[in-house]
């Protein structure tokens, strides 16, 4: 599988800034030149994937052939059992066109009321799931996916976070990803198990890898 090289410049395939700066952490320890989408006026494709994986491929294509560059895209999202996995890879259409997560954890609070998921303790059961892609102009791919399960909370809880992070308690744990500090949720979340494997595969070796390994 290929490698990207010390030095070599990547896109983030993300004009979230939440995303783009997680992806940001856990690339840096591979000494990468990092740039997102956004700042290089890259448009967004439409996500018409039916998986995680499917639209990961899709966005990480588009940036790396709109830039000429190696590009990360991440698609992720969240599956609540008691709304048969819903939102799932709708989990950003939810918040609507301004990207309003407090619309989208409103919704997700309300479906889960309608459906008596409330009354489940600790709380309804959910899990992220993250698929990352790493794409190269000429059209060869890697892809990998981690999650982590837990339960969700209402009302939200902590602004650390992003996206659905106040909602979510990880297994294990009493704090949601919106009251941990990023450190935190970065050595357990979806999106850092994804990228655990990318980084072993495909990230440059040597003392950057060995620094990732120890944070």
């Known amino acids: 599988m290929r490698r990207l090289e010390r030095g070599a410049r990547l896109v983030v395939a993300s004009h979230n800034p939440g995303k783009v700066g997680e992806i940001r952490d856990l690339v840096a320890p591979f000494a990468l030149a990092v740039v997102s989408a956004a700042e290089l006026g890259l448009a967004e494709p439409e996500e018409t994937g ?128 919106g009251e941990m500090e990023p450190g935190e949720k970065h050595a357990m979340s979806h999106r850092a198990r994804a990228f655990a494997a990318l980084a072993a595969a495909c990230l440059p070796a040597g003392s950057g890898a060995a620094a990732h390994g120890a944070r």
């Open 50 to 177: 039916t998986t995680f994986a499917d639209n990961a491929r899709l966005k990480a294509l588009a940036a790396a052939r709109g830039a000429g560059l190696p590009a990360l895209a991440d698609d992720s999202g969240l599956e609540v059992e008691a709304l048969a996995g819903a939102p799932g890879t709708y989990s950003a259409r939810w918040a609507g066109p301004g990207k309003d997560f407090a619309v989208a954890m409103l919704r997700v609070a309300d479906e889960l009321a309608a459906c008596g998921g409330w009354q489940v303790r600790p709380g309804p059961r959910a899990r992220f799931v993250a698929a990352l892609c790493l794409a190269w102009p000429d059209g060869e791919t890697a892809s990998f996916e981690g999650r982590v399960e837990g339960h969700l909370v209402w009302p939200p809880r902590g602004q650390k976070g992003f996206g659905y992070d106040p909602m979510f308690v990880p297994e294990g744990h009493d704090l949601t990803f």
